[in-house]
């Protein structure tokens, strides 16, 4: 089979600082290939306005790509069934990055979809509260807050979250902050609470919380931040736990191209890049 060499990159790169260092992965991998000549790839980024995000999704879809390499998000819903519905009409191979598939979405791109390369979603959550209850510190309940209540990989993470917290006889308290009522709830906290972040702006609301609540016992996050580190450093987070993001975007490609010249044939490949856990102890590593 022939490819053009050549890749495309559909990205904003005014989103987040993991899908940033996920593009630039993906673009160092290529760059170690200059003389490839059998794969365009496109890699279309978790647009926040999800009505844009499907438009470059059908872009994506239309222009012909033996690969394409994206989160599977969004989920559910009417917005849920029209991204999987793009994603069939596809022609070439699907790598799912950064946000994991779910069980419809396997079924429906079955023999399509090839492979996930991310974060071990459950293992993180786990991770995150095993490091809650190994701090010491005393707590009642545990508090999530969640910015995006459809993300799958995020209910993967509070999945592992409430595995062990159930073993302490701790209960989970999920909290949507887009939704003024259930955000109040947190200011509602006893001095005997903890919180465990899914993501950046999770964490950004429970350290802002905390300065008005400083008997907010403790904190555990996810992702890594010039904030998240500073909080870090001064002890207001007990540690963080990251997904290497540009690996994930290294390793999507290079699967793509594995499956594509046919070094791999799996019918389906996950490939895990974390969680790693970082904290006061090793952070000089990971800044």
């Not at 790509?65 to 069934?81: N, V």
């Not at 993180?124 to 701090?135: D, E, H, T, V, Y």
């Not at 995020?154 to 595995?163: A, V, W």
């Not at 062990?164 to 005997?192: F, G, R, T, W, Y």
Request: aromatic share 8%.
């Amino acid at each position: 089979m022939a490819f053009v060499a050549q890749s495309r990159i559909i990205e904003n790169l005014k989103g987040s600082s993991v899908w940033r260092a996920i593009v630039q992965g993906f673009s160092e991998f290529l760059k170690l290939f200059p003389s490839v000549t059998y794969c365009i790839f496109s890699i279309v980024e978790n647009y926040n306005n999800t009505e844009e995000y499907l438009i470059k999704v059908e872009e994506a879809t239309k222009g012909k790509y033996d690969a394409l390499i994206i989160p599977m998000t969004p989920k559910e819903g009417r917005h849920g069934k029209k991204f999987l519905s793009l994603l069939k009409k596809h022609k070439g191979l699907i790598i799912a990055v950064n946000v994991p598939p779910d069980e419809n979405a396997l079924c429906e791109l079955e023999g399509k979809l090839r492979g996930y390369v991310g974060m071990h979603e459950k293992a993180a959550g786990i991770k995150a509260a095993q490091c809650l209850f190994l701090s010491g510190k005393k707590f009642d309940c545990i508090y999530v807050p969640v910015d995006k209540p459809d993300h799958y990989g995020y209910s993967l993470r509070i999945q592992g979250i409430k595995e062990v917290a159930e073993m302490h006889n701790i209960p989970v308290c999920q909290i949507n902050i887009n939704n003024p009522k259930e955000a109040n709830i947190i200011c509602q906290l006893m001095d005997s609470s903890a919180i465990v972040t899914l993501g950046p702006i999770g964490t950004d609301f429970a350290l802002e919380k905390q300065k008005t609540y400083p008997e907010i016992c403790a904190i555990v996050t996810m992702d890594l931040d010039q904030k998240t580190a500073e909080a870090i450093r001064s002890r207001k987070v007990i540690c963080t736990l990251i997904q290497h993001p540009k690996e994930q975007g290294a390793k999507a490609a290079e699967l793509a191209l594995n499956l594509l010249n046919g070094t791999t044939t799996s019918a389906y490949t996950e490939i895990y890049c974390g969680p790693t856990i970082v904290d006061l102890d090793n952070i000089s590593i990971f800044e």
